[in-house]
């Protein structure tokens, strides 16, 4: 029941993040909520309650959205996601009574209430206040998630990485012993922000050992193989992604397993796998888990993990559109005999500060860099390979790049 339970809700996940017949699969929903209602499957009720959610909140109906969860938290616990959605992203578009009359409600966990209380403050203008609220350790492992959580989307949206990293880090020592896949990743790609490699480290060393953890438990496996591939991805370890994968077809779940490999598009960035491995190369490196390579070279490539990860305001074909474009450069650097390094990035974005020019997405060298000799310097490269740009701009005009390309708003 519980291998079917996770098929299902990943086939429904795959539909509303794909925006596809919403209203359908919303009504379809509640029919289910009801009837599963007087059964005994409160998990299968909390993932049909996240998955109304969701449809509400890509619908804009953020009032329906906290009906929803009021009305369930009457009869039954919110789950984690559930939670999620309404503290960071429902509570902002609706009035604050309706978050006092789901917290009046029978089953909302009332471990939740400083963190209910923060998320209020900070929608109210009082950062300092919210900060203060979440510094507290709650006693259930679902309130120390939502606190955690709730400080992670505080602490980045003013950019303070360093403080996040470190915060999350000791959040990920309190639960040493359950997997926290999406929150590890965030404290390294925070971590790799604020150039602390020790932190960083420490967060792919958890992540590594999550990875291992739920590979020896059926159930575990089940529900948390698509978080370890993410996580993976994040890290530019695509033999990570890969051994997880290969563990669901040991155990015969070769459903679960071909829809991960759907979903990361593992077809298409085989091509780009000697890359992808140099820049994890490159991560582990820069963290002290393996020896650096030698800084011989006349310039470094990015790789950034956002050429792997997708998100939900992404447009079709934007992430092939990343890799095309570092592969091109690539090839072309290749072909000039010109020798270059390979960096891993986890960071979303941010600036660079190499010592050697360097092509990246979504980042920028800082101005104090000190100059080069000849040709090697960054605008001496960036004048000899402006016509490199051009030529990856025309091979896409004229549909030579990745063949999904369509307009539409840039997703990070």
């Known amino acids: 029941m519980n291998y079917l339970t996770d098929r299902v809700s990943e086939f429904v996940q795959d539909l509303i993040e794909g925006k596809k017949h919403l209203g359908a699969v919303g009504a379809l929903l509640a029919v289910l909520a009801c009837l599963t209602r007087i059964l005994p499957m409160r998990a299968q009720r909390q993932r049909i309650c996240d998955g109304r959610l969701y449809i509400a909140c890509l619908q804009r109906d953020y009032r329906k959205a906290a009906m929803i969860l009021t009305a369930f938290a009457k009869h039954d616990r919110p789950g984690a996601d559930a939670m999620r959605l309404f503290l960071q992203e429902i509570l902002v578009h609706i009035d604050a009574k309706h978050a006092r009359t ?12 400083p963190v209910l209380d923060a998320a209020l403050l900070w929608a109210d203008g009082k950062s300092a206040e919210a900060l203060d609220k979440l510094d507290i350790i709650p006693k259930s492992f679902p309130a120390r998630v939502q606190a955690a959580e709730l400080k992670r989307a505080f602490l980045l949206e003013g950019r303070h990485h360093e403080q996040f990293a470190e915060d999350g880090i000791r959040r990920l020592a309190d639960d040493a012993d359950r997997p926290m896949f999406q929150y ?19 967060a792919i060393e958890r992540i590594e050992r999550d990875r291992a953890a739920i590979q020896k438990s059926d159930r575990a496996l089940s529900r948390y193989a698509q978080h370890a591939v993410d996580a993976s991805m994040w890290l530019l370890d695509l033999e990570g992604a890969k051994q997880v994968i ?31 491995r140099k820049a994890h190369q490159d991560i582990l490196a820069r963290a002290g888990m393996l020896a650096a390579s030698p800084d011989d070279a006349d310039a470094v490539l990015v790789i950034p993990s956002a050429a792997l990860r997708a998100n939900k305001i992404d447009y079709p074909g934007f992430r092939a559109d990343i890799r ?37 997405y979504h980042g920028v060298g800082r101005q104090e860099r000190p100059a080069f000799q000849g040709d090697r310097s960054p605008v001496a490269l960036q004048l000899r390979y402006r016509w490199l740009f051009r030529l990856v701009g025309f091979l896409q005009a004229a549909g030579c790049g990745p063949p999904a390309r369509r307009r539409g708003c840039i997703g990070r």
């Open 102 to 113: 789901l917290q009046a409600a029978r089953h909302f966990d009332p471990d939740l209430a």
């Open 324 to 360: 095309f474009v570092l592969q091109t450069i690539a090839a072309h650097l290749d072909a000039l005999g010109m020798s270059y390094q390979v960096r891993g990035q986890v960071k979303l974005h941010g600036t660079e500060d190499l010592r050697l020019p360097f092509f990246a």
């Open 246 to 276: 290969a563990a669901l077809r040991r155990r015969g779940m070769d459903t679960a397993a071909s829809r991960l490999e759907r979903r990361i598009r593992l077809g298409e960035i085989e091509a780009m796998s000697p890359l992808i």
């Open 184 to 202: 590890a990743s965030s404290v390294a790609a925070a971590a790799d922000s604020a150039g602390r490699t020790d932190l960083l480290r420490t």
